[in-house]
């Protein structure tokens, strides 16, 4: 008996083995849950590619705890997506000297190698940007040139900038961040999804959402 149980449970295994692998596909995202629809959806700026917007702020602690998550992240999305940042400042004046920092570091080329540094500087180091000798102090230590920086700073691209970010926000309805907005069409958040890494699968479903939406595989 013994022997037969063992040959019977041998060739169990062997016919699970011929078995094509069963795949489990992710759970459908629900909308108003999971994510929530742009009404009215928004003109994007990216021609043929898939626009990803990042709502953020230095000033923001949910901000600054997403961005290690959110920077290689950024880095690895297809080819047929670009992603942006947007400061928002939501009134705050201590918020709209910090987007007035990402906007002048942008136009220098510096904001994407600084932006961790920024984040550390004001939620860890506590640098005051609104002083011009503290920023100072800290644009020198982090190799950025102070005098181009501050014309930047004060100049009136970044004021146009500004007021533009200010209007997209607007327009997109952002209530919180960070948020992210998927082609003009779709928010997701990790207040919606819960965590960082489930906003960020969020994302990935909405860009193969959009992607589709687009007419392509």
């Known amino acids: 008996?013994?022997?037969?149980?063992?040959?019977?449970?041998?060739?169990?295994?062997?016919?699970?083995?011929?078995?094509?692998?069963?795949?489990?596909?992710?759970?459908?995202?629900?909308?108003?849950?999971?994510?929530?629809?742009?009404?009215?959806?928004?003109?994007?700026?990216?021609?043929?590619?898939?626009?990803?917007?990042?709502?953020?702020?230095?000033?923001?602690?949910?901000?600054?705890?997403?961005?290690?998550?959110?920077?290689?992240?950024?880095?690895?999305?297809?080819?047929?997506?670009?992603?942006?940042?947007?400061?928002?400042?939501?009134?705050?004046?201590?918020?709209?000297?910090?987007?007035?920092?990402?906007?002048a570091l942008d136009v220098m080329g510096q904001a994407e190698r600084l932006s961790l540094s920024v984040f550390n500087a004001v939620h860890n180091d506590r640098v005051d940007f609104s002083s011009e000798v503290a920023r100072n102090g800290w644009l020198q230590k982090n190799g950025v040139d102070a005098a181009k920086f501050n014309d930047s700073f004060k100049s009136f691209s970044v004021q146009s900038r500004l007021q533009r970010s200010t209007q997209l926000a607007a327009a997109y309805q952002i209530q919180g961040v960070p948020t992210l907005a998927i082609d003009g069409k779709y928010l997701v958040a990790p207040s919606m999804s819960g965590t960082f890494e489930g906003a960020l699968d969020a994302a990935n479903q909405m860009i193969v959402k959009a992607r589709t939406e687009r007419g392509r595989k």
């Open 1 to 103: 008996m013994k022997r037969r149980s063992l040959f019977k449970q041998a060739a169990a295994l062997a016919a699970l083995a011929v078995l094509p692998a069963v795949t489990f596909a992710q759970p459908a995202l629900q909308a108003g849950k999971d994510y929530m629809a742009v009404k009215p959806a928004q003109p994007t700026e990216s021609g043929d590619k898939i626009e990803v917007i990042e709502f953020f702020s230095y000033g923001c602690p949910h901000c600054f705890e997403f961005e290690p998550k959110l920077e290689p992240w950024s880095r690895a999305l297809p080819k047929d997506v670009v992603f942006k940042r947007v400061p928002i400042t939501f009134n705050r004046e201590a918020w709209a000297v910090l987007a007035r920092v990402y906007l």
